[in-house]
């Protein structure tokens, strides 16, 4: 079964390539034989739900790393969950119901970070969970619907930021470590307040909407003193 290529695309951080998810278990396994066999062996022994995304984010990798030009063994995962990439190789995975996307860069110093989200706006309001007080003083003079699709860009933001964080930090970073303000033509403003006090570290996030999903990006690079 050949991959369902939502979108491709050269970004500032990577080549980023999204998947449409197929919906029935057969269908699944189908795309699971485009892998190689380690990924396909490791893909066997996950439950049905999480192994439909497994799958959709290995294909998404595999097909961004072939239109990158970068060759790759069996893409498996490190301890934390994250990608296992050759040396010089950096790159990240998200997913949701429908979607699977992964953004890889030759990086020898530099990690990434991707996420996407449905662009919806949800029943719930996640701005306690996600902003910081400065956050929320600069959305709130927004109407309701245009407040929370700017919080879901928030999130979205820092979800991809802390995947690029994680091989520097090693720990789960909370979402009131790190303030976002999001600019007109794709780049953010970011202020670390990491709890460890790790660093420093040379961060860009970037962001864009397309077909009803927010894509967000992420570079992390640890400065030396």
């Not at 739900?49 to 959709?56: C, D, I, N, P, Q």
């Not at 709890?195 to 400065?223: K, M, Y």
């Amino acid at each position: 079964m050949a991959p369902d290529v939502a979108f491709d695309l050269p970004l500032e951080h990577g080549r980023c390539v999204g998947v449409r998810l197929p919906k029935l278990p057969a269908q699944v396994d189908a795309l699971a034989e485009t892998l190689l066999p380690a990924e396909r062996a490791l893909a066997a022994g996950l439950g049905e739900v999480r192994r439909r995304t497994w799958v959709g984010g290995r294909v998404a990798i595999r097909q961004a790393l072939l239109r990158a030009g970068i060759d790759a063994p069996a893409v498996l995962s490190d301890a934390r969950g994250a990608p296992l990439l050759p040396p010089g190789v950096s790159g990240s995975i998200s997913h949701k119901t429908q979607r699977a996307t992964a953004l890889v860069a030759r990086e020898p110093f530099a990690r990434l970070g991707v996420d996407i989200e449905d662009d919806v706006v949800g029943s719930l309001d996640i701005s306690r969970r996600v902003l910081r007080q400065q956050e929320v003083e600069e959305l709130s003079p927004l109407a309701p619907g245009e407040r929370a699709r700017e919080v879901l860009l928030r999130f979205s933001a820092k979800e991809a930021l802390y995947k690029a964080l994680d091989p520097f930090v090693q720990r789960y970073v909370a979402f009131g470590e790190v303030s976002i303000s999001p600019q007109a033509d794709g780049t953010t403003r970011v202020t670390l307040h990491l709890a460890g006090n790790e660093g420093p570290f040379s961060v860009d996030v970037r962001w864009l909407r397309l077909e009803a999903i927010v894509l967000t990006t992420a570079r992390v690079v640890r400065l030396t003193a």
